[in-house]
């Protein structure tokens, strides 16, 4: 799984709560630019990005990746709308989740991943 957020805090977050409590493979990118690298030299086998983020924002790091991947995709984000929520499921193969507050939204996140990805032998990197 690779985590995309501009926020330090929350991808240390992210990556401790989904590798340790639910065995994740997780990978770690501050950016779009960094995320799609990540992609491209490896086997992601699903993404979670934040929204808003500086440069390129998680709808554009979306549509980017549908260019050339068909992989899974979460768009996990506190700065969500309506109108975001539809452009999200509109583009196919992804979810939208909102972010709120405490850990149980992680623990939201990880049921959606293991939803989306499955959890038969495949690597969830």
Do not use: Q, W
């Amino acid at each position: 799984m690779l985590v995309v957020d501009d926020d330090p805090h929350l991808l240390t977050i992210a990556e401790e709560l989904l590798a340790r409590e639910d065995g994740f493979e997780v990978e770690t990118a501050e950016n779009a630019l960094d995320a799609c690298r990540t992609i491209r030299e490896g086997t992601v086998d699903c993404v979670v990005s934040d929204y808003r983020m500086p440069a390129i924002d998680g709808m554009d790091l979306l549509e980017t990746i549908r260019e050339t991947e068909a992989v899974p995709f979460v768009m996990f984000t506190n700065k969500g709308s309506p109108e975001l929520e539809a452009r999200v499921k509109a583009v196919g193969d992804a979810v939208y989740l909102c972010k709120g507050l405490g850990l149980e939204r992680y623990e939201m996140l990880a049921e959606t991943v293991r939803d989306i990805v499955g959890t038969g032998d495949r690597k969830v990197a």
